[in-house]
């Protein structure tokens, strides 16, 4: 990478910036679940590795979420965008070498980031826990240089239209700049009280709904039709997709707050929004599934397929949860339980994890013209991270209606968290099989790029047959 | 260069519809939440937190720097005379930056931030000097109204003479132990926010609209862990307790799964003596299996350690 960094932009061979993202993602993901595994660890045994500062879990539990919402899912994202959006274009990247250097300023100021927060620095936000320093930093060196770039590709495309991938990736880079810089106003200005803490909600609802939703819908958009060879189902679906996402999914950041004394009004108008979600979700899943139609074999023999396919799977109860879950006559019960520890993960590790996978094998398989080094190891992958967050997802919906219930019938507090601690058991264990999935995901990778082997020139590599 | 001009109406109705949802989630509520007048737990909080208790550039390393102190004073400062009841201070010490309430008096909301001003004199107040703020009570165009009062102006009392008259148990490091909640990340697990709909019996009354004007961060929490902790002073303000706890919560609830805040005690207990950590654990360890009667002492806490603080802090969520 480095001897990049300083060459010429026409040095540089195609597709550079997407590997060094792609590794980069992987190594995030290891790094964000095994801190994951240890905090679950943490609250299953609270003994477990006790009393010093540098391990206490209020030091590390912000540090396992920055690290795979800012590591794993928008570097995986960016190494998407980097060879997506040239091949939608029939162009060239506009420039890998701001892509390099975007890498690795990414890598920098995120290890950086994530020092300050492990060792007790925050501004005391949820999902916005960045001291300022690095939220400008972030917004400077890594949002804006990505948008740069993805823009100016676009613009420089050699195709007429613009695919449904790229306008969400045009438009989500743009809204999540704005999300950034006004989310975390707060701390750039020192607004205060209610400001502050509608403001936090409302960057934690845009950034989801904004940026990591959107982006990880588009991507399906492009890896089905291109691994299928199926056309997209339809481009009128997707119109509605984009249009509802900015319009429903932009406004129902209240919902966050729906215990919290705001004003009435915005509360109940997010929680119609929050409801108006399931449009763009309907469309979005019901436009991959028939994109599907003739080929749900591969959704078996190919593993991107079945990366995303089972993604948009999850979308259906992610959405069927998230739509409602918001609303007064369900929030009340389930507020600040588990289930919404279940419902992040199943968004994050569940939906939006399994398109972005599907995303990085096909990107670095194609870039570096090297087929999957091991079939066996893919779907051990697979199958780990599958099983390992289903045994999370449960475990902490359960968790969550025991919570839930604890908290109306007014059962002692310590009695739930007696009643929790088999579930803490199970999500740690569920926990670690994701870990440990994505070690051997990173290996298969970087056995993939040492000796995979070579795709001829003209082929995809989902062509050719597995040999492990 | 093909351009986005195939797509005139699009980008239009792009900023339509993206200005328009900014419009309502950002616009429309702060025009509601700027109209929001303090409560007396918001000025409470406000003063006795301080400017900020999330990273800052006062406080970088969120070590609890730059904290007013909240006196509850017994005597005049000037006189030293007993007063006839206990009085609430704050203490900014000369250089502490004042809270946003005193630098924006708007954000105390309407009557306050005039009585506050007039009265109160809360513009006299210079960080360079420091000064001693109380909450007092007026009327406001035919209405009662809490405001703050600039003690160091309107009666002369500084820092150093509420310092002095003030015995250690007198004094509160709220603000200190605020940052030090923000900075272990309690908030991952303790909410400071009732619910509206089911708290009342267990964890207390829910917030009102006003109760937050000033403060920051809010740290409300999302994920109830562990018990809500808006109220828990009044539930519990047993400081032996709460030494207990902190120290290691499986010493008085045995299956809490708090983790043990032993390191917030620093290298000395309140004597000065160096705290062997590695000998209360191996104790402590002989006790959990069985192997010694009573568990061991907890080391009382040195009066400027960060524990002190946050003990403080408990203690003031009334």
């Known amino acids: 990478m480095f001897k990049y960094l300083l060459a010429k932009n026409e040095d540089i061979p195609a597709g550079s910036a997407a590997v060094f993202f792609g590794f980069s993602s992987i190594v995030?993901?290891?790094?964000?679940?095994?801190?994951?595994?240890?905090?679950?660890?943490?609250?299953?045994?609270?003994?477990?590795?006790?009393?010093?500062?540098?391990?206490?879990?209020?030091?590390?539990?912000?540090?396992?979420?920055?690290?795979?919402?800012?590591?794993?899912?928008?570097?995986?994202?960016a190494m998407a965008m980097m060879y997506i959006t040239p091949a939608l274009g029939n162009s060239k990247l506009w420039s890998e070498k701001l892509g390099l250097w975007n890498c690795m300023f990414w890598n920098v100021g995120l290890a950086l980031g994530l020092t300050v927060l492990w060792s007790g620095v925050s501004s005391g936000r949820e999902y916005s826990d960045f001291p300022w320093p690095i939220d400008l930093y972030l917004a400077v060196f890594v949002f804006i240089p990505l948008a740069i770039n993805v823009w100016m590709t676009v613009l420089n495309r050699k195709t007429q239209g613009i695919y449904t991938t790229n306008w969400f990736f045009v438009s989500a880079i743009f809204m999540v700049i704005i999300v950034f810089l006004v989310g975390n106003s707060p701390e750039f200005f020192h607004l205060t009280g209610l400001t502050e803490a509608y403001l936090t909600w409302w960057f934690a609802h845009n950034v989801l709904g904004l940026w990591i939703t959107p982006v990880a819908a588009a991507i399906a958009y492009y890896t089905v039709p291109k691994v299928t060879g199926n056309p997209l189902y339809s481009h009128r679906i997707g119109h509605l997709h984009f249009w509802s996402v900015v319009v429903f999914y932009s406004t129902p950041a209240a919902h966050h707050l729906m215990s919290a004394p705001l004003p009435e009004w915005l509360k109940s108008f997010a929680s119609v929004e929050g409801v108006l979600i399931l449009v763009p979700?309907?469309?979005?899943?019901?436009?991959?599934?028939?994109?599907?139609?003739?080929?749900?074999?591969?959704?078996?023999?190919?593993?991107?397929?079945?990366?995303?396919?089972?993604?948009?799977?999850?979308?259906?109860?992610?959405?069927?949860q998230g739509g409602f879950q918001q609303t007064r006559a369900i929030n009340w019960y389930i507020h600040g339980t588990g289930w919404i520890v279940a419902h992040a993960h199943l968004a994050l590790l569940g939906f939006s994890t399994f398109l972005e996978g599907a995303a990085v094998y096909l990107g670095l398989q194609t870039i570096m013209k090297r087929k999957l080094y091991s079939l066996t190891l893919a779907n051990m992958h697979y199958w780990m991270l599958l099983i390992g967050f289903t045994i999370y997802w449960i475990s902490m919906t359960i968790a969550g209606l025991i919570q839930g219930a604890g908290k109306i019938y007014e059962v002692p507090y310590i009695d739930v968290v007696i009643a929790e601690h088999p579930y803490m058991i199970a999500r740690w264990i569920g926990g670690t099989l994701v870990f440990v999935g994505n070690v051997f995901w990173l290996y298969n990778m970087w056995m993939t790029a040492r000796v995979g082997t070579v795709v001829p020139a003209g082929r995809m590599p989902h062509e050719l047959g597995y040999e492990r | 260069m093909a351009g986005f001009r195939e797509y005139k109406i699009g980008t239009r109705i792009f900023a339509l519809a993206f200005g328009g949802s900014m419009c309502i989630t950002l616009l429309l509520p702060s025009i509601n939440i700027a109209a929001v007048s303090s409560t007396d737990i918001a000025l409470a909080k406000s003063l006795s937190a301080g400017h900020e208790t999330g990273f800052n550039l006062d406080d970088p390393f969120l070590q609890g720097w730059n904290k007013?102190?909240?006196?509850?004073?017994?005597?005049?400062?000037?006189?030293?005379?007993?007063?006839?009841?206990?009085?609430?201070?704050?203490?900014?010490?000369?250089?502490?930056?004042?809270?946003?309430?005193?630098?924006?008096?708007?954000?105390?909301?309407?009557g306050i931030e005039e009585l506050s001003v007039q009265q109160g004199h809360i513009g006299d107040a210079k960080k360079?000097?420091?000064?001693?703020?109380?909450?007092?009570?007026?009327?406001?165009?035919?209405?009662?109204?809490?405001?703050?009062e600039n003690l160091t102006t309107t009666k002369g009392w500084t820092p150093a003479d509420v310092l002095r008259v003030a015995k250690d148990e007198d004094i509160s490091h709220t603000g200190k132990g605020k940052t030090m909640f923000v900075r272990e990340g309690c908030w991952w697990c303790h909410t400071l926010l009732?619910?509206?709909?089911?708290d009342w019996q267990v964890f207390g009354a829910p917030p009102m609209l006003g109760d937050f004007n000033g403060e920051s961060p809010t740290a409300f929490g999302s994920d109830r862990k562990a018990p809500d902790l808006m109220h828990v002073g009044s539930r519990n303000s047993s400081r032996e307790w709460m030494m207990m706890h902190f120290f290691n919560p499986r010493l008085v609830q045995p299956h809490s799964i708090m983790p043990r805040f032993d390191y917030l005690w620093g290298e000395k207990?309140?004597?000065?003596?160096?705290?062997?950590?590695?000998?209360?654990?191996?104790?402590?360890?002989?006790?959990?299996?069985?192997?010694?009667?009573?568990?061991?002492?907890?080391?009382?806490y040195a009066s400027d350690s960060e524990i002190r603080s946050l003990i403080d802090f408990m203690i003031s969520l009334k």
């Open chain 1, 281 to 320: 979700a309907v469309a979005f899943v019901s436009n991959i599934m028939l994109t599907m139609r003739g080929k749900w074999y591969m959704f078996v023999e190919n593993v991107e397929i079945r990366f995303t396919i089972t993604g948009c799977l999850m979308a259906i109860p992610l959405n069927m």
């Open chain 2, 128 to 148: 360079d000097a420091g000064a001693v703020f109380t909450v007092s009570k007026g009327m406001y165009d035919g209405k009662a109204r809490s405001f703050v």
């Open chain 2, 194 to 198: 009732p619910e509206q709909t089911q």
């Open chain 2, 68 to 110: 007013p102190f909240v006196v509850s004073l017994k005597a005049d400062p000037k006189t030293g005379q007993p007063l006839a009841e206990a009085q609430t201070v704050y203490v900014y010490q000369k250089g502490t930056t004042f809270p946003a309430g005193i630098l924006h008096p708007r954000i105390l909301g309407a």
């Open chain 1, 28 to 77: 995030w993901f290891v790094i964000g679940t095994g801190l994951g595994s240890f905090n679950a660890a943490k609250l299953a045994f609270p003994d477990f590795v006790t009393g010093n500062i540098f391990f206490a879990f209020g030091h590390m539990r912000q540090v396992h979420v920055m690290a795979v919402i800012f590591g794993w899912i928008s570097m995986a994202f």
């Open chain 2, 269 to 300: 207990d309140a004597a000065g003596q160096k705290i062997d950590f590695a000998k209360w654990r191996s104790e402590y360890t002989e006790y959990a299996e069985g192997k010694r009667v009573t568990a061991p002492e907890v080391p009382s």
